[in-house]
Each structure stands twice: as C-alpha cells, then as structure tokens.
C-alpha cells in the first residue's frame, strides 16, 4: 500500500492540472491583479515616492510585494477546484479507491506548486521587462526556499478550508481574509515598523511577511534591510535563515493539519 501511494501521487498532481488547465480561469484569474500590479501600480508609485534615480529600486521591491499576494490567491483558487471536485467531480470515487488520502492531498498540492511556479516566473518576467532589476546570483536560493514554503503553506490553509467548508459560496468567502488582508500587514508596500506598534508584534510572526523578506533579500541587491526589520540583527544570512525556518514550520505544521482532516473527514 505504501508504494502504491507514493506512486499515485504524480498521477493525482496531473489530474489535478488537468483540471485546473481545462478552466484557463483558474491560471489567469490569480495572475491577473499581481501583473496588472507590477505592470501599472508598481512603476506609479515608484514615479510618485521616488526620484529618478531611485525608481528602478522602488519598482523592484514593490513588483516583489506582488509575488505575496499572487502566491495565497492562487493557492486559495487551487482550493476551491478541490470544493468544486468534491460536489461535481470525482473526488468522491476516488476517497474509495484502494491509496491513501493523503496522497490525494499531495498530489493537489504538488499540481499546486507547478502551477504557481509558472506563475511566478511569468510574474517576475513581466516585472523585468517594465523596468524592475533583479540581482540573480546564489541567494536566489533565498528566493526559490520561501517561495516553495510558503506556497505549502498557502495551499495547506486552503486545503484545511476546502474540507471544512463545503459549499463554494463559504469558500469564496473566506478567500479576502485569508488570501489578500495579510498583504497589507506584512511589509509589502511598506516596512513593517511603519506600522501601529500594536501590529506590528502580528506581522512579525505573519509567514507572509518572512517570505516577502526573503523574497527581496534573494533577487535584490539589498542587504537584508526587511530581514533586519524582523528580527534587529546585523548578519544578514543568519536572519535569512531564521526567517526560513519560520515559513517552513508554518508550512508543516498547516501541511499535517491539511492531511489529518481530509483522511478523517474521508472516513468519516
């Protein structure tokens, strides 16, 4: 049974896609905002706080901003498809067939993260043709650890929504908080110590804000200034490190938590 799960897990991640790819809107829908931002509002606010000379700098890191917000949009959308799979769809048949429930999960998850892996990259590719300038040399790992763990991450707290929300209108709902709400505390359009003291012990703790750190601390030539903001230190590496363990125990934590209730409300 064990080797018949592992195997059906890249056969249910192409299920998955299949799905996905037969309705173009769920890859669009999520990529539209992020582009229109990186395309539009980025280089207008980088012309309205910045001079010349600064607004490429300002362009980069607000186009980076936007990778935070395409990655839980998209994640949440990858969850409605398992809502809308349970009601019409074959997830039923397949909660009976002879593999485990959590491969179901892991196969959905790993169509998951190939679909905003694409997504990301075209993101990033549109960021660079308007104007921004990303740095890319070994701390692009930086960039490639957050971005992986927060999208488990993303898609763990959609999956866990997904089973305990069974209607797509409640889905759909839940969406604004969970997917767009923390893009405002967590230090994308602005550092976080600009923030009411009284937040900003939330955003430091926000796996969103540590990706977005980390997202600019690997493709910019900034030397940690929104790692600093976190966590006050001065070694730039030890903070990034620091940061990625944080959005990587969300990422298991929310992950176990996603398995445990789709193989229980399985059986049940």
């Known amino acids: 049974m064990r080797g018949r799960a592992v195997s059906a897990i890249p056969t249910l991640a192409f ?20 582009v229109m ?3 539009v509002l980025a280089p207008a606010l980088a012309n309205t706080v910045a001079d010349h000379a600064q607004r490429t700098t300002y362009m980069t890191y607000y186009a980076l901003a936007t990778a935070g917000l395409l990655v839980p949009l998209n994640c949440m959308f990858s969850g409605l498809g398992v809502v809308l799979d349970r009601q019409q769809g074959a997830l039923r048949e397949l909660l ?30 549109v960021a660079a043709a308007r104007g921004a ?34 209607s797509p209108e409640e889905y759909t709902a839940a969406l604004p908080p969970i997917a767009i709400v923390p893009f405002f505390f967590a230090g994308s359009l602005y550092p976080i110590s600009a923030l009411p003291h009284w937040i900003e012990p939330v955003a430091r703790v926000l796996p969103l804000t540590h990706a977005i750190a980390l997202f600019r601390y690997g493709l910019t030539s900034d030397h940690g200034q929104a790692l600093h903001n976190i966590w006050g230190a001065h070694d730039p590496s030890a903070m990034a490190a620091l940061s990625l363990l944080v959005v990587v125990a969300f990422a298991a934590v929310a992950l ?8 229980r409300a399985g059986t049940s």
Do not use: K
């Open 15 to 34: 299920r998955r896609l299949a799905l996905t790819i037969r309705t173009p809107r769920s890859v669009a829908v999520p990529l539209v905002g992020p």
């Open 37 to 39: 931002f990186a395309l």
């Open 96 to 125: 009976v067939a002879p593999i485990r429930r959590s491969s179901i999960v892991l196969g959905n998850l790993l169509a998951a993260l190939t679909i905003t892996g694409v997504q990301l990259a075209v993101l990033i590719l």
């Open 133 to 166: 300038d990303f740095q890319v040399a070994m701390r692009i790992l930086w960039f490639f650890g957050a971005a992986l763990a927060f999208c488990v991450v993303m898609y763990a707290v959609a999956e866990i929504l997904a089973t305990r929300l069974t």
């Open 256 to 263: 176990a938590g996603a398995v445990r209730l789709f193989t």
